[in-house]
């Protein structure tokens, strides 16, 4: 009790240098509850994003087809039979589905060509399961059936896509594709709309079609590479899929259900959360530093000081105690100060926002999200900060602590 | 009745190549309750001995029977145990804890011991700061305090546990001569009323002039040892 007081008094012994210490463990803290914040409200929009704009909540594909997804393959492809959709829309909570069907394309507007994924829709299904109408900057969604002068297919694209080709609606692009028996073909297409969401895989590598534009041209009769589903609640995804899949196996026995949290960016999503949250480890080292310089120039300062208690009879582990007890103190005190500051932070970030998109492009980075970017509340980050930052002002003083204690108490005395 | 018993005691410091001894089979008993004091000249392992008798540091050869135990065999652990409930130190520069009172620099010391209840912990650290003269100054920090006041302020943390042995090195040497008579007449007064051992190193003659015993130490030996009445 004693040795508690002692240290509890020694923490007031050289208030500047407590202080300066406190603040760089609250500023660790504080940095990674903003960062925490800011990572958790990224990584809820662009699952948002990918959910809205990409994905729906789940998706009914063949497990083949799933496996090699990336390449965009015209195998493995699924028939949307009236068995198969009624299954779709029987399920609990079901808002919406929609059959589509991806392909490579190579966009021109004849002058320049870029890669893109050509996209077949029947608009009002895609409608109930990704809502565009709010996104569009110029011109709308074609509709079903809609052909356009001398039978050129309808297209929507993205605003950056029509940014790179200098293109805008009435202006004609050509989709170059390879059909399923590896034959180039193309569509030709009238542009009817532009949009501009928050996803930028929409906004800049996006070719919409009809549907049976799409099928015609890639030889796949009325097969779709998947159908997307929407329900009303995101969360019940992971049990419907399951549910779903069971039912489906009497259908057809290849067919697979995947909720939006097995999709592979929604996975990269959560990686760049691990190693974001590794980053603020190597934040909370510095503090750990700092507990170290604080304590190694404590204990030089209170050498004779040491080396009396030794004198005394204390035992070694009893003046490790005092430092160690006072080095946590200066980490509750960093902590507490820390937590503070990320409240009202965080609180911050979470109604005012922040604007990144004159900063930086997240795309690239695997983070479909543009625009503002707001924070989420994780109250266990608190916790967990709080203590980790504890822990660490803890366990970072043992070994200067052990260093300082375990001096030979004549040379403690005696410095020189 | 011995106190510390020492036989060939000889402490060789290894500087590297050089071997420099610091005691040189020094034989000396000291009885309980004796008012001592060993002077020579520096360098000539005053400040030695009285860490080998204070079991902060231990010989090369010889042995220390301290009070019916010999301290050869004892490990760190041991020697700090006894050093806790035996030993009381007066260093020349009080080291005092600067962030506690006089009282609570005092009161840290008896409470190591783990023997008191609380009230009379109390009790016995105002007894003894009363005694050094320190009444009324207990809730004083020790920069609030005098070099005489702070040195006080020692002897009372090195006395309050009633210790049998209180070493004190060069405990005037910081200390003008009207303080530092004040401060051996307090020693001299605790070791009359409480019959605790005192050993001094010093050059300091009046601390010599208090002593009634004096061992004079050259070259790591007894060169001279005298008591007087």
Redesign the interface.
């Known amino acids: 009790m004693?040795l508690t007081?002692?240290a509890l008094?020694?923490l007031?012994?050289h208030r500047n240098r407590t202080l300066i210490t406190a603040s760089i463990i609250a500023f660790a803290v504080f940095f990674y509850l903003l960062l925490d914040s800011l990572i958790g409200g990224m990584t809820e929009m662009s699952y948002e994003m990918i959910i809205n704009y990409e994905a729906g909540h789940l998706q009914v594909v063949t497990e083949e087809y799933w496996a090699e997804e990336e390449k965009l393959p015209l195998k493995n492809l699924i028939t949307p039979e009236p068995e198969l959709m009624t299954a779709v829309k029987n399920v609990p909570g079901y808002l919406g589905s929609s059959a589509e069907l991806n392909f490579q394309a190579m966009v021109s507007n004849g002058v320049n060509e870029l890669p893109v994924i050509g996209r077949g829709i029947n608009p009002p299904d895609f409608a109930g399961v990704i809502n565009l109408t709010d996104y569009f900057v110029e011109g709308e969604m074609f509709r079903v059936g809609e052909r356009r002068a001398f039978g050129v297919s309808p297209a929507v694209i993205g605003k950056r896509l029509a940014d790179l080709l200098k293109v805008q609606p009435g202006d004609y692009l050509t989709l170059l594709v390879k059909d399923r028996h590896e034959t180039f073909n193309t569509i030709e297409a009238e542009i009817t709309g532009v949009i501009h969401t928050g996803n930028p895989l929409v906004n800049e590598g996006l070719v919409y079609v009809p549907l049976d534009v799409a099928q015609e041209a890639l030889a796949v009769g009325d097969r779709v590479s998947k159908v997307l589903m929407k329900l009303e609640n995101k969360n019940r995804a992971p049990g419907v899929a399951k549910e779903l899949a069971e039912q489906l196996q009497t259908i057809n026995p290849r067919l697979a259900v995947y909720s939006w949290d097995q999709l592979e960016a929604v996975t990269v999503a959560g990686a760049k959360q691990m190693g974001n949250r590794l980053i603020m480890v190597i934040i909370l080292l510095i503090a750990a530093i700092a507990i170290i310089n604080t304590v190694i120039l404590a204990a030089l300062e209170r050498m004779?000081?040491i080396?009396?208690m030794?004198?005394?009879?204390?035992?070694?582990k009893e003046v490790i105690y005092t430092f160690v007890l006072e080095s946590t103190g200066i980490g509750v005190l960093g902590g507490i100060l820390g937590v503070l500051l990320g409240l009202a932070g965080v609180g911050v970030f979470t109604v005012v926002g922040l604007d990144f998109s004159g900063i930086i492009d997240m795309a690239p980075y695997g983070i479909p999200v543009v625009g503002k970017i707001y924070g989420v509340w994780n109250p266990l980050s608190f916790v967990t900060v709080f203590a980790f930052g504890v822990i660490v002002s803890l366990f970072s003083s043992i070994l200067p602590a052990y260093w300082a204690a375990d001096k030979d108490?004549?040379k403690a005395?005696?410095p020189k | 009745m011995a106190l510390l018993e020492m036989r060939g005691l000889t402490k060789i410091y290894d500087q590297g190549k050089i071997e420099v001894p610091a005691l040189r089979g020094i034989d000396l008993t000291v009885e309980k309750g004796e008012f001592t004091t060993i002077f020579g000249p520096s360098g000539s392992g005053k400040t030695t001995l009285l860490n080998l008798i204070g079991c902060l540091d231990r010989p090369t050869a010889g042995t220390i029977i301290f009070d019916g135990q010999e301290l050869g065999g004892l490990d760190k652990k041991d020697l700090a145990i006894i050093r806790r409930h035996h030993v009381g130190f007066v260093f020349q520069s009080y080291n005092l804890i600067p962030v506690l009172t006089a009282y609570e620099n005092v009161e840290f010391a008896i409470r190591l011991v783990n023997k008191y209840e609380k009230k009379e912990i109390r009790d016995r650290v105002m007894r003894i700061l009363a005694a050094v003269g320190l009444a009324g100054l207990e809730n004083r920090k020790p920069n609030e305090l005098s070099g005489g006041q702070k040195q006080r302020v020692a002897i009372a943390r090195a006395l309050v546990k009633e210790p049998k042995l209180v070493l004190a090195d060069e405990p005037s040497a910081n200390l003008d001569s009207k303080t530092s008579e004040e401060v051996l007449q307090v020693m001299a007064k605790m070791n009359r009323e409480l019959g605790t051992t005192f050993i001094f190193s010093t050059h300091d003659p009046l601390v010599m002039e208090y002593a009634r015993r004096l061992i004079e130490i050259r070259d790591g030996q007894v060169a001279k040892d005298q008591r007087r009445e």
């Open positions: 004693f007081k002692l008094k020694n007031a012994r004779e000081e080396g009396m030794k004198a005394m009879g204390f035992q070694t108490p004549i005395i005696y």
